[in-house]
């Protein structure tokens, strides 16, 4: 297998998903921007992931935010100083709360959509800007989730953004097929991080309702089973694939999609 590029940014880069795709394009041949919100946790990224690679391949940490074009456009020129221009680009950056839709505040619905949705565009854009000019090709991974298909109580802000994010991938797919850069989607079920560690799905009731509904007999997946997919897709071997979701679930999409209400708690009644 080989990547299409030696050049690649990660968004969310800093711990979890996006620094496990991050390790694993290293380890398959790329040198990568790890972009994160935190400044402090994409250096330790960066060091962590220098260290093992031993000189191989190099990852260089950068702190902005993907909601800020300004950002996007810094990240994208000191990637191409460092490594040339990336032919690889993962909007893996993401966020989520829970809280049912009367009495989500607006800001919080904006900050989600902004991240979620938003976020992509503004990387999508500038990367392709830059592709087509250079007459590069590329490959685009948007890292969605089950909910892009999956409704969750208390989710709407976070299950429309990646559900936009799907769809936005498909007419970048469409519109950057012709220039030889390829956009796809993969959708994780419930992975081992931070993120998933905070919102209660890998311990106690969560844990064993993904359990019964995860035909691959495991509650959840790690960083590393979406990071081998996303590789493949940056890859010789996907020459042929875009516009197209992987689901990295363990199969739990096709036991029925299911709210979860219930166990996470989050649902009230609507008061009559
Ligand atoms: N884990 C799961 O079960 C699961 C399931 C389905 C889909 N996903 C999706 O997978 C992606 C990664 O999730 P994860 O579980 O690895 O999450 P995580 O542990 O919370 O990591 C997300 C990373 O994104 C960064 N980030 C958030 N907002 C940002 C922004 N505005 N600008 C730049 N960086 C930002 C965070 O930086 P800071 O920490 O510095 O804020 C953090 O390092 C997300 O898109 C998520 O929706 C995860």
């Given at each position: 297998?080989?990547?299409?590029?030696?050049?690649?940014?990660?968004?969310?880069?800093?711990?979890?998903?996006?620094?496990?795709?991050?390790?694993?394009?290293?380890?398959?041949?790329?040198?990568?921007?790890?972009?994160?919100?935190?400044?402090?946790?994409?250096?330790?990224?960066?060091?962590?992931?220098?260290?093992?690679?031993?000189?191989?391949?190099?990852?260089?940490?950068?702190?902005?935010?993907?909601?800020?074009?300004?950002?996007?456009?810094?990240?994208?020129?000191?990637?191409?100083?460092?490594?040339?221009?990336?032919?690889?680009?993962?909007?893996?950056?993401?966020?989520?709360?829970?809280?049912?839709?009367?009495?989500?505040?607006?800001?919080?619905?904006?900050?989600?959509?902004?991240?979620?949705?938003?976020?992509?565009?503004?990387?999508?854009?500038?990367?392709?800007k830059a592709l087509v000019a250079a007459k590069?090709?590329?490959?685009?991974?948007?890292?969605?989730?089950?909910?892009?298909?999956?409704?969750?109580?208390?989710?709407?802000?976070?299950?429309?953004?990646?559900?936009?994010?799907?769809?936005?991938?498909?007419?970048?797919?469409?519109?950057?097929?012709?220039?030889?850069?390829?956009?796809?989607?993969?959708?994780?079920?419930?992975?081992?991080?931070?993120?998933?560690?905070?919102?209660?799905?890998?311990?106690?009731?969560?844990?064993?309702?993904?359990?019964?509904?995860?035909?691959?007999?495991?509650?959840?997946?790690?960083?590393?089973?979406?990071?081998?997919?996303?590789?493949?897709?940056?890859?010789?071997?996907?020459?042929?694939?875009?516009?197209?979701?992987?689901?990295?679930?363990?199969?739990?999409?096709?036991?029925?999609?299911?709210?979860?209400?219930?166990?996470?708690?989050?649902?009230?009644?609507?008061?009559?």
């Amino acid at each position: 297998m080989k990547l299409i590029s030696d050049s690649a940014i990660v968004t969310g880069a800093g711990q979890g998903i996006g620094m496990g795709i991050a390790a694993r394009l290293m380890r398959d041949g790329a040198n990568v921007l790890l972009f994160g919100r935190t400044q402090e946790k994409v250096e330790a990224a960066a060091r962590e992931l220098n260290q093992s690679m031993e000189g191989r391949t190099r990852a260089v940490p950068f702190a902005g935010n993907v909601i800020h074009a300004e950002d996007v456009a810094k990240a994208l020129e000191v990637a191409t100083r460092e490594f040339g221009l990336p032919g690889i680009l993962v909007n893996n950056a993401g966020t989520a709360t829970l809280r049912p839709i009367i009495d989500l505040p607006e800001e919080e619905f904006d900050l989600v959509m902004d991240i979620n949705l938003k976020g992509p565009f503004l990387f999508t854009q500038a990367l392709a800007k830059a592709l087509v000019a250079a007459k590069q090709p590329g490959s685009i991974v948007n890292i969605s989730s089950l909910n892009q298909m999956a409704v969750t109580d208390g989710a709407a802000h976070y299950c429309a953004s990646k559900a936009g994010l799907a769809n936005f991938s498909k007419v970048a797919a469409s519109e950057l097929g012709r220039y030889g850069i390829r956009v796809n989607v993969v959708a994780p079920g419930a992975i081992r991080t931070p993120l998933a560690e905070g919102a209660g799905l890998t311990t106690g009731a969560m844990e064993r309702e993904f359990l019964v509904r995860t035909p691959l007999g495991k509650p959840c997946g790690e960083p590393e089973d979406v990071a081998k997919v996303v590789s493949f897709l940056c890859s010789d071997l996907a020459s042929w694939i875009t516009g197209d979701t992987l689901a990295v679930d363990g199969g739990n999409h096709i036991r029925g999609l299911h709210s979860y209400a219930d166990t996470l708690g989050i649902t009230r009644p609507v008061e009559s």
